[in-house]
C-alpha cells in the first residue's frame, strides 16, 4: 500500500495518497472545466540551463505504490512511473512498462478531472460532474465495476447511480468513496474487514457502511488493510487489520465496522491519513497525532514502539499542524504547517524524506526548499513523496527506479525535484545527491522487479 491520504485542515476534501491545493480543487459538481484566472502552465527561465522551458501548474497530486498521478490547473489528467498493471490509465498495459514523464490520461475526456486517489496498483477519480472513475490492478474487485478484471483505462463506478460522488480514497486493494448525501461506500478487499460492512467478504460493487449510521461522513482514507474516517461532528472511527494498533482504540484486536477513536478526546478531528499499518490525523487546534506501527520512527514521536492509541507530534512545535500525508511501503510520512514549511520523517532508503541523506528519522526533519515560496500540498507515496508549492509547481523526490519521480530518468533523489513536463534533463532545479535505484527493504505492499 501506498501513498496515504492527504487532508488539509481548512475544509478541504480528504483523499488517500492525495493532495490537493485548496484554491484549484475544483467543486464535484458542474459539467464544464472550471475557469481560472491564472493559465496552466507558466515558463521559467532555468539559470544553470539558460534556457527556457515548460513548467506545468498543478492542482492535485497522488503518490501510488510506483508511480504518480497528478491533475493540472485546466482539469487535465497525467500519469507516470510504473504501468504493469494499467494504473497510469494511457491503454498501455505491459509488464515493467515505463514512464518517466507525465503522460495524459484521455479517457473519457482529455480534461475535466477534479481529483484523484493512488495506492497499491490502483488509482480512483471524480471528475467535474461529479462521476466516478478506476483502474489498475482489479484482482479483488477494488475498481467497483462488477468483475476482477484490470484495466488500463479509466471505467465509470456506477453503484449505486452513476454520479453524486464527492471524494474518493484507494486503500491497498481497497476504496472508499463519499457521495453527496454523506453516505459512505466501500468495495474490493475485505479480508481484514476494511470495508467496514460487518463482513470478510471481497465485493467487486460499492457497499454501504452503515455504522454508526448510514450518512454523515465528513471525510475517508483507506489504507493498506485499515479505514478511517471523519463524521460532521469531529469525531474519528477505523476499522480493519489492527495488528499494530492502527486503529488507535486501545487494542490490537481487528475491527469489521467502524469503532470510534476516543483519546485524546471524542471530538474535534479535522483531518486523517493511513499509511500501512500506521495512522495520522489533524485535530481543530492544529496538533498532530499518530499511532500504530513505529517500527521505522514512522509515527514521529521518537523512538520506535508501537502505539494502539494517539501519540502527539511535538516537533518542531506541538501545533500549526496543516496537512499530513502517510506514505505506504516504505512507511514514512509527511506533513505541512501553517507557515509553508514541509517536513517528513520514518524510513528513508531512496531519500524519500528529502533531507539530502537516506537515514532514517524518528522525529520530523524539514524537507529542504528548492525555492522562495511555501509548500502547498504533499503526497507520500510507496517509496517516493511529491509535493506542489504555493507557486503550483510540483516537485518530487525518493525512489525513482521506475520512473515516479517523472524527472525523465530512473536515478533516485533525495532532494525536491521539480517536474517539468518537457523533454529538458537539464532542467532540474537543484542539484541532488543521487541515491541507489535498487529496490531494498519492505515493498509497497506488493514485490515486484526493477527493470
Known amino acids: 500500500m501506498v501513498g496515504a491520504a492527504v487532508a488539509v485542515v481548512a475544509g478541504l476534501p480528504v483523499t488517500l495518497a492525495a493532495a490537493t491545493i485548496p484554491a484549484l480543487a475544483a467543486p464535484h459538481s458542474g459539467g464544464a472545466a472550471a475557469s481560472h484566472t491564472r493559465p496552466a502552465t507558466s515558463t521559467v527561465r532555468h539559470p544553470a540551463a539558460g534556457r527556457w522551458h515548460h513548467r506545468p501548474r498543478w492542482a492535485h497530486i497522488a503518490a501510488g505504490s510506483f508511480y504518480t498521478c497528478g491533475i493540472r490547473a485546466g482539469g487535465t489528467l497525467w500519469c507516470w512511473g510504473y504501468d504493469g498493471f494499467g494504473?497510469?490509465?494511457?491503454?498501455?498495459?505491459?509488464?515493467?512498462?515505463?514512464?518517466?514523464?507525465?503522460?495524459?490520461?484521455?479517457?473519457?475526456?482529455?480534461?475535466?478531472?477534479?481529483?484523484i486517489a493512488a495506492d497499491g496498483n490502483h488509482n480512483c477519480a471524480i471528475r467535474l460532474n461529479s462521476t466516478l472513475w478506476c483502474w489498475g490492478a482489479n484482482e479483488v474487485g477494488q475498481l467497483g465495476i462488477g468483475n476482477q478484471t484490470s484495466q488500463n483505462r479509466p471505467r465509470q463506478v456506477t453503484t449505486p447511480a452513476p454520479g453524486g460522488w464527492v471524494s474518493v480514497s484507494a486503500g491497498g486493494d481497497d476504496t472508499c468513496a463519499r457521495r453527496t448525501g454523506g453516505t459512505l461506500w466501500c468495495?474490493?478487499?475485505?479480508?481484514?474487514?476494511?470495508?467496514?460492512?460487518?463482513?470478510?467478504?471481497?465485493?467487486?460493487?460499492?457497499?454501504p457502511v452503515t455504522t454508526p449510521a448510514p450518512g454523515d461522513w465528513a471525510s475517508i482514507t483507506a489504507g493498506e488493510f485499515q479505514t478511517c474516517g471523519i463524521r460532521p461532528g469531529g469525531t474519528l472511527w477505523c476499522w480493519g487489520q489492527n495488528d499494530h494498533g492502527q486503529l488507535g482504540i486501545g487494542s490490537d484486536t481487528d475491527q469489521d465496522q467502524p469503532v470510534q477513536v476516543t483519546t485524546p478526546a471524542p471530538g474535534g478531528w479535522a483531518a486523517v491519513t493511513s499509511g500501512e499499518s500506521h495512522t495520522c490525523a489533524t485535530r481543530t487546534g492544529g496538533t498532530l497525532w499518530c499511532w500504530g506501527e513505529n517500527d521505522w520512527g514512522q509515527l514521529g514521536i521518537g523512538g520506535d514502539t508501537d502505539q494502539n492509541q494517539p501519540a502527539q507530534v511535538t516537533t518542531p512545535a506541538p501545533d500549526g499542524w496543516a496537512s499530513v500525508s502517510a506514505g505506504g511501503g516504505s512507511v514514512h510520512t509527511c506533513a505541512t504547517r501553517t507557515g509553508g514549511t514541509l517536513w517528513c520523517w520514518g524510513f528513508n532508503a531512496w531519500g524519500q524524506l528529502g533531507i539530502g541523506s537516506e537515514a532514517n528519522q524518528d522525529r520530523p526533519v524539514q524537507v529542504t526548499t528548492p525555492e522562495p515560496g511555501g509548500w502547498a500540498a504533499v503526497s507520500a507515496g510507496g517509496g517516493h513523496t511529491c509535493a506542489i508549492r504555493t507557486g503550483r509547481s510540483l516537485w518530487c523526490w525518493g525512489?525513482?527506479?521506475?520512473?515516479?519521480?517523472?524527472?525523465?530518468?530512473?536515478?533516485?533523489?533525495?532532494?525536491?525535484?521539480?517536474?517539468?513536463?518537457?523533454?529538458?534533463?537539464?532542467?532540474?532545479?537543484q542539484p541532488a545527491r543521487a541515491t541507489s535505484s535498487a529496490v531494498r527493504g519492505r515493498g509497497a505492499g506488493r514485490a515486484i522487479n526493477g527493470p
Open 187 to 207: 468495495w474490493g478487499n475485505n479480508f481484514e474487514g476494511q470495508l467496514g460492512i460487518g463482513s470478510h467478504t471481497n465485493q467487486d460493487r460499492p457497499q
Open 87 to 115: 494504473e497510469l490509465g494511457i491503454g498501455r498495459r505491459a509488464f515493467n512498462t515505463i514512464q518517466d514523464r507525465p503522460r495524459q490520461v484521455t479517457t473519457p475526456a482529455p480534461g475535466g478531472w477534479a481529483s
Open 399 to 429: 525512489y525513482n527506479g521506475l520512473g515516479e519521480l517523472g524527472i525523465g530518468n530512473i536515478t533516485d533523489q533525495d532532494r525536491p525535484q521539480l517536474v517539468s513536463g518537457c523533454a529538458d534533463r537539464a532542467a532540474q532545479a
